[in-house]
């Protein structure tokens, strides 16, 4: 991983979790998730049984299909506030499970959830999307990924749909080693993620669904608070099929809700 995102040493751990949340060790695949949770690590000194195991047993996992989940608009929410800012050294990382961008050690953008920051960490992409609406699939769904100091992960999710070339996205893949596991961290190239945000939207104010879930990739841990933005970003059918160049079929189907409702501001 790149040294670079390390903010401080308090929250390494976190950060290094959340970036090899998508790289975690022993291997897994895509293709493979319904096993997942059967995986055994060999490669300890004292062989970890089922170090996924949370992905077979966890009752709070993500993605789901939200046509399936009633939803609750009579709470109170608190108000969220995405406050990105340029980055001027991302990295541009092939995970070797998806397309991501870190942010720089220095990056002052945020989730803003009430009064309580959850820093950028990471951005990244999935092909079909992961969550998905009465069976259906969107053609790709952005993550973006926050941790706050004592390590708790915030994702904003964003669905992709057919439409206008995405000119940041382009940037991105661009940018984007082929390699798994390939880092660009000299690029030059500045980035502003609030410019992946869908346009018509008040970032000071978000209107979304929330819910309880997990990490959608190995070692899928929960106590990860999901929002879902009700409103869309496109890409163009050149650019998803240079998104699919880097991987296909990257995304979980959905998981069981087990009694969670969805929060809405609506
Ligand atoms: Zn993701």
Known sequence: ????????LASTIFIC??????SASPHWSHDE???????????????????FGECGIGKHQSPID???ATINDSKNLNKVAALYDTDTTPTFFNSGHGV??????????ALMIGEEAFPLIQFHFHEPSEHVVAGKNFPAELHYVHINEDGRIIVLAVAIDMGEENP???????NMPHDEGGQNSDSGIQINPAQLLPADLDATNLEYYTLAGSLTTPPCSEGVQWYLLPKIITISAAQLEQLKGFYSNNARTPQGLNGRSLLSTQ
Do not use: C, F, H
């Open 33 to 51: 998730q319904s096993t997942w949770w059967a995986i055994q690590d060999t490669t300890q000194p004292v062989p970890l049984n089922y170090p």
């Open 17 to 22: 979790y959340a970036t090899l949340a998508v």
């Open 168 to 174: 940041i996205l382009g940037t991105i893949l661009d």
């Open 66 to 68: 939200l046509a399936t």
């Open 1 to 8: 991983m790149n040294t670079k995102i390390l903010r401080n």
């Open 100 to 109: 991501q961008v870190n942010t720089s050690e220095n990056y002052a953008g």
